[in-house]
């Protein structure tokens, strides 16, 4: 999981420098001025530096994140690290650095601080160490970068959608199968397939597909939770297709879990706990 999270990160910075490379200007031939004026009139502008330093920092962050911080706060910054548990049994509640709630309150300096003087120095738990002195200011900084591109990159499920979810009751396959059958068949097809009414329409209008319900390789890798988040929230709010709508004012959560409920039936997956 680690090494795909980095994997996209540098393939990205990859991607920008191949970018300003081919934004470079090249002297045309004879033949070519013609063509050439053209392509310049609609050829994209090179990324300004000040964007290139700060991809380059994410780079940087993100590498160091992993290293140093993922263990506590998971790879994607949901507070689902590995030591995480052990701290739960104790009392203490690791932040989610993916959390808008949380996070759109603190200035960049704020996050900055938390990191280099540590949770003790800042009001905050003292099992958050003070990282400046090991890593220095300047690695500091890069992982400040990083840790704010993680409630857009991975955006958090809201606590009240997780209490929603822990008060509702267990789903029952086939009142899941009434309901999906009246609210998702048009666009996930009879059999969830991804091949309803709309699905057609969706891809050659608006190059979307609905998601194939039936594949056990994708939802395997769910948790209930997440999928009733995406259910509840739409997909939009998880940086998906905006073309999944959120659910939860036309379904109860005991509504939304039965759906789920079916859904791991006709993907042949099992119930799974975030």
Known sequence: MRIARWSS?????????????SCQPRTPDAGSAGTAAVADSVRPAPPSPDSLRKLAAI???????????AMCHGDGGNGDGETAVAFHRKGANIARLNDPDRMEKLTRDQVRKVIMDGGAHTGRSNLMPAWGEKLGPGIVSDITEYVLTLQ??????????IGHYLEAPPGVPADGRRIFVHYCVVCHGEQGK??????????TERKVRPRNLTDSTYLGKLSDERIFA????????????NYMPEWNGQLSPAQIKSVIAYVREISGTRHQEP
């Open 152 to 161: 857009n990159d991975n955006p958090a499920i809201p606590k009240s959608t």
């Open 59 to 69: 780079v940087r962050g993100s590498k160091a994140f992993l290293a140093y911080c």
């Open 9 to 21: 990160i540098s393939l990205l910075l990859v991607a920008v420098v191949s970018l300003v490379a």
């Open 230 to 241: 995406v259910v509840s929230l739409g997909g939009g709010h998880f940086k998906k297709s």
């Open 194 to 203: 991804g091949d309803g009414t709309f699905a057609e329409r969706l891809f």
